[in-house]
């Protein structure tokens, strides 16, 4: 259905002026970049309308105001001479769960059936023309016989849609092929039956370059059935490569849980997941995929969330932890409630942002779509130039036609439509399939220019949650004791300093010891009888009343602790202190590392939180960040971004939460991680789903080598353009050589675009 949208990504025509609607149509009969340009540019003068139109995924995204129905711009692109309609809703996954390829489509198996045939019939052709050895007589005649099936039957989607170009007034790819081999089909008929080609014992050579004689002996069937087969090949081989290029977001689609067991009275009932709805509890077993996103109520387990997220470490789970839709459960029985199911799940999220990328356009891709749309109509004058210009300079009616021909052949620049989109396709799928979500193409550019990266502290470079730092002991303490009754004392409290001195001790020390008599004094700690032990734990004022002052060494301890803006805890029992256990917001093991990999690819770290200064200067010492912007508040970090950009700074940030939703929107690039809150998620450019700020580092890494893919192929088409159209044109190009350079310049943009699959 169409969904409400009021933005438009940069570089787009202008918006209506109201709150628009948006579509997604399936766009057929497109063969080449031009044909996407006409499309785009029909929709776009349509009035409220602002389109565009992806050569590569075949699509138009369609944003319309109110008055225009889905139906107008159906009937728009008919009247342009192509099919739309409405994408199906995607099917449910069928019940095979194999790794095989997605069988071929029909459009691609009958591409096969046509350039098969067509080989088979050509070579021969070829070889007869290119051969004289081969030339027996009346050569020529079999050669026509095997050469009208491939330019007729085999050449006909190109003829097809040169005609219904034609027909609206109109010029593209096709344009050039047909009239091309028709030109070098019907030469040859007139040599053939009119001049002296029919001939017994006639005989001619192969020349690379345009070969000069009698024109009415000279016939091109070798050309036309050669050029049309190449020409074919490479649009086999394209579509191959396209449908490779899109594997990863299919992949992605398919990796759902086919059925699941629901709860249903007590009992398991097995029901596809399509019927599950919030509130759902069910069961996974180990080794089944978890069916959607929820939380566990039952159970405990490793969760292996590699296919969705590219981490490898299984991540533990029990109750009350929350777990995502298509990842694998890999240890214990979980029972799991359904929090969000369908298309609110992040699975479905992740394959529409993956997919609302594929189907945008970089800036660079809009130049390339500007220069085919006029371009094939100054090829069709060059042509009729180099007809005109050779048969003035030298009479020689036979070279004029063979470089025109070739003019004709070589001039496609069907390389120019493909360099953007299959390497978007690529990159944003490989993107996929590291946990690392590229939300538009127009993000690729941001990244090359970035040079400072703004890091929220909590959430992002720490974990965002309490751990269990230093224990400091006063003489004659053990560090085993003290963890022991500190941690079974605060296993009582729901604090969140208790509940790190907990988790901290049981990681530590193992199980711990019931406790008996428990308190809480508010503000100031809690005390209670361990293991017959009267245990206190907390501020010093609570110690007061038992105990002697902190010893030296410990009061300094707590002092330094609470300098670099720790917590620090005291711990005493039977009238003596024991020791200090300090308490912070833990570093992410993986964020020294995440900032010095930033450092490598240019970015400045900026360190920006809302935390006293001493916490963060701890912090960014620790990871190795010099510049820091803390006591911030939520409400001001849009304007130290601005700052930032002011002081003439291009600057992403990454960040997680809430508070960090508008500075995400304001940078020139957002990282938002993935483990963090959706509005963080809908503000930023990228989104790192699993939340290790290496990620980052990854993503723009693998943004810069998209965008470095895209202006190599594009270097490549236009060069290959700008280079063989004068070599056409000056005679030094034989018309199927020529055409088939055209053809495997297209696959050598779609196989360097291959490459990104490979990128780590």
Not at 6 to 29: F, K, M, N
């Amino acid at each position: 259905m169409p969904s409400t949208a009021t933005g438009r990504a940069p570089g787009s025509p202008e918006p209506v002026s109201q709150a628009t609607s948006e579509v997604e149509l399936s766009i057929g009969g497109m063969t080449c970049a031009s044909c996407a340009a006409r499309v785009e540019k029909k929709l776009n003068r349509m009035e409220g309308v602002t389109a565009t139109v992806n050569f590569a995924t075949e699509k138009a995204k369609v944003a319309y105001a109110p008055g225009v129905e889905v139906a107008d711009l159906v009937a728009t692109v008919e009247r342009t001479g192509y099919t739309a309609e409405e994408p199906a809703p995607p099917a449910a996954p069928s019940d095979d769960t194999g790794d095989e390829q997605p069988a071929p489509d029909g459009e691609l198996l009958a591409l096969r059936q046509r350039l098969l045939v067509s080989l088979v019939l050509s070579v021969p052709v070829v070889l007869l023309s290119m051969v004289p050895a081969l030339q027996f007589d009346d050569w020529q005649w079999l050669s026509l016989t095997l050469a009208a099936p491939v330019v007729v039957w085999g050449a006909l989607p190109f003829h097809r849609a040169a005609w219904t170009n034609a027909r609206h007034g109109a010029a593209t790819m096709d344009t050039l092929v047909s009239v091309g081999t028709v030109a070098a089909f019907g030469w040859s008929l007139w040599a053939l039956f009119l001049g002296d080609a029919g001939a017994p014992g006639m005989r001619h050579g192969f020349d690379l370059t345009v070969s000069r004689g009698n024109a009415s002996s000279m016939i091109y069937l070798e050309a036309a059935a050669g050029v049309t087969s190449f020409i074919l090949l490479g649009r086999y081989l394209e579509a191959r490569s396209k449908r490779r290029a899109g594997a990863a977001l299919r992949a992605l689609m398919e990796l759902g849980a086919k059925d699941v067991s629901v709860l249903r009275g007590g009992t398991e009932v097995r029901v596809p997941v399509a019927d599950l709805a919030v509130g759902d509890r069910f069961v996974v077993r180990p080794g089944e995929k978890i069916a959607t996103d929820g939380t566990v109520v039952e159970g405990a387990s490793a969760v292996d969330a590699s296919m969705l997220t590219g981490e490898s470490v299984p991540v533990d789970v029990t109750a009350g932890d929350g777990v995502t839709g298509a990842t694998v459960n890999a240890g214990g029985r979980l029972v799991v409630e359904a929090t969000r199911v369908g298309s609110d799940t992040q699975l479905a999220r992740m394959a529409r942002l993956v997919e609302d990328a594929q189907n945008g356009k970089a800036e660079v891709q809009r130049l390339a779509d500007r220069i085919s749309a006029v371009f094939v109509p100054v090829v069709l004058l060059i042509a009729l130039g180099t007809l005109l210009t050779w048969l003035a300079v030298t009479g020689d009616t036979t070279a004029a036609f063979t470089a025109a021909v070739a003019v004709l052949i070589i001039a496609c620049p069907c390389a120019l439509g493909l360099a953007t989109p299959t390497a978007l396709m690529v990159g944003t799928g490989r993107g996929a399939q590291l946990g690392i979500l590229i939300k538009g193409p127009e993000v690729l550019e941001s990244t090359r220019r970035v040079d400072t990266v703004v890091l929220d502290k909590t959430g992002t470079v720490t974990t965002g949650r309490m751990a269990l730092g230093e224990v400091h002991l006063a003489e004659g303490a053990d560090e085993k004791e003290v963890l022991r009754l500190a941690g079974a004392l605060e296993h009582a409290s729901e604090h969140p300093v208790a509940r790190a001195i907990t988790s901290g001790a049981e990681d530590r020390v193992g199980a711990l010891p019931p406790v008996e008599e428990f308190r809480n004094v508010p503000g100031l700690g809690v005390q209670g009888v361990v293991d017959g032990h009267a245990v206190l734990v907390g501020r010093e004022q609570l110690l007061a009343e038992w105990t002697p002052a902190l010893p030296r060494e410990l009061a300094e301890a707590k002092a330094a602790a609470e300098a670099e803006g720790r917590t620090a805890v005291a711990v005493a029992w039977d009238g003596a202190v024991r020791g200090v256990l300090t308490v912070a917001d833990a570093v992410k093991d993986s964020s020294a590392e995440a900032v010095a990999e930033l450092r490598r690819l240019g970015l400045a770290p900026v360190l920006l939180t809302g935390d006293h200064r001493a916490v963060a200067d701890s912090v960014a010492r620790s990871v190795g960040i010099d510049e820091v912007i803390a006591e911030v508040l939520p409400q001001d970090k849009v304007d130290v971004v601005r700052r930032l950009q002011a002081e003439g700074r291009t600057v992403a940030m990454v960040g997680d939460g809430v508070n960090d939703a508008a500075a995400l929107a304001t940078a020139d690039l957002g990282l938002a991680m993935g483990t963090g809150t959706d509005a963080a998620i809908e503000a930023g450019d990228l989104t790192l789903v699993r939340g290790d700020l290496r990620v980052a580092a990854d993503a723009i890494r693998l943004s810069r080598r998209t965008l470095a893919v895209i202006k190599g192929n594009l270097f490549w088409a236009f060069g290959y353009n700008v280079a063989a159209l004068p070599l056409a044109a000056f005679g030094m190009l034989n018309p199927m050589i020529a055409g088939a350079a055209m053809a495997f310049s297209s696959v050598f943009v779609v196989t360097n675009s291959l490459r990104l699959r490979s990128f780590r």
